[in-house]
């Protein structure tokens, strides 16, 4: 259900309308939106007795959603989700286009110094690398664990960059929470509804990229489990999905951009790293990924990638990087988006914070 709260309701009856729905038994979840504040009731099994709700002052009407994910559905909030870095101009969603770049894995201080020097260079205003790693075999490398969430503090620290990094379980989620910016949710852990309930205590921006084949609703319903815990920073990413194919590690699901912007309000971001598995391919998708409208690219670059200890057939060089960032830029207006380009750092970075 979702309360529709009149243009001119007060805070006051806003704050009402909550605790009315928390006497209920119900939680709350005001969304506030440019025209009006919309607050969505989970926690009910069935319908909720709208009537005193509808008597409340400030209250526009109680309507139903009949979606089965609600705080993730335009239906509750119909303009885009912006998620905001503060301190800084970043952001994922908005007219501004985000990428987000960087290693599969760090591998050293030294490589994931290098790497992000680049990235920072072609204006990135996010860096990504692996500390924590969910590889198909136990005897492939893991990843640097804490020791890599340190190197990249310290990346953001030097050049500006926000840090984004993978969480596989819930006790490499609070490290990952304490140390970084946005904590992504692997494909292989996008139904890992524990810890998403987890990271939707949290109150940090989660990418959730999509599982290996899971459809739109199953994406979405991923995005609702951490909204239904009061964490309403989340964004998508596309990452190709298993199919018949064989030219591609997975089929990179473009058309699913639209549809996710057609019922929902989150960002969606395309990784064409990982959703085709080859260097070559990257940037023609990418490029095909903004044409599309998606929010922003995740890709994955290094200056090694012969030597890369993951993924290195579909990481880009740094050069490569360049070019896409100034490709993306062409690309950008056409469909009446800007890509945003070098990260204004307005306040010190606070220590890993
Ligand atoms: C990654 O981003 O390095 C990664 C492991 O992605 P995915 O979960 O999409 O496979
Ligand atoms: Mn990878």
């Keep these: 259900m979702l309360v529709v709260m009149k243009a001119q309701a007060t805070p006051e009856q806003i704050q009402a309308v909550c605790d009315a729905i928390a006497q209920l038994g119900f939680r709350a979840h005001p969304l506030p939106g ?28 109680v309507i139903r959603v009949t979606k089965p994910y609600k705080l993730a559905s335009r239906d509750v909030k119909e303009e885009d989700t912006v998620i905001r870095f503060a301190g800084t101009d970043a952001a994922l969603g908005g007219n501004g286009l985000a990428a987000i770049a960087g290693p599969c894995s760090i591998e050293s201080r030294e490589q994931a ?6 990235i920072a260079a072609a204006g990135a205003q996010f860096f990504r690398g692996g500390a924590y790693k969910p590889r198909t075999s136990p005897y492939s490398f893991q990843g640097l664990g804490l020791d890599a969430l340190k190197i990249m503090a310290e ?22 929470a304490e140390w970084a910016d946005v904590i992504q949710i692997g494909a292989r852990n996008m139904q890992n509804f524990s810890l998403l309930k987890r990271a939707g205590r949290l109150r940090k921006p989660v990418l959730i990229k999509r599982g290996l084949s899971a459809t739109l609703e199953e994406f979405l319903m991923a995005a609702e489990y951490v909204m239904s815990e009061g964490n309403y920073q989340v964004s998508l990413c596309e990452r190709g999905v298993r199919t018949f194919s064989d030219h591609a590690r ?13 019922v929902s309000h989150l960002p969606i971001l ?37 030597k890369a200890l993951s993924d ?18 062409q690309i950008a207006p056409v469909v009446g988006r800007r890509l945003a380009r070098g990260i204004r750092v307005e306040t010190p970075v606070a220590e890993h914070a």
Excluded at 158 to 171: K, M
Excluded at 250 to 260: G, K, R, W
Excluded at 274 to 292: I, K
């Design 34 to 61: 440019a025209q009006r504040t919309a607050i969505g009731i989970t926690g009910n099994q069935g319908e909720v007795e709208r009537g005193n709700l509808e008597a409340l002052p400030g209250v526009a009407e």
């Design 113 to 118: 110094f290098a790497i992000a020097e680049k």
């Design 155 to 176: 990346i953001r620290d030097q050049f500006g960059l926000r840090i984004v990094t993978e969480a596989i379980d819930s006790e490499t989620l609070d490290l990952v």
């Design 250 to 262: 997975n089929t990179l699901d473009l058309s699913v951009i639209p549809a996710i912007r057609r």
């Design 270 to 306: 395309v990784d064409p790293s990982h959703g085709t598995g080859r260097r070559d391919s990257v940037l023609p998708m990418a490029r095909a990924a903004v044409a599309a409208g998606a929010d922003g690219i995740l890709v994955e670059v290094h200056h090694q990638p012969e």
């Design 312 to 329: 290195g057939p579909q990481s880009i060089y740094p050069d490569q990087f360049a070019r896409m960032m100034d490709d993306l830029a």
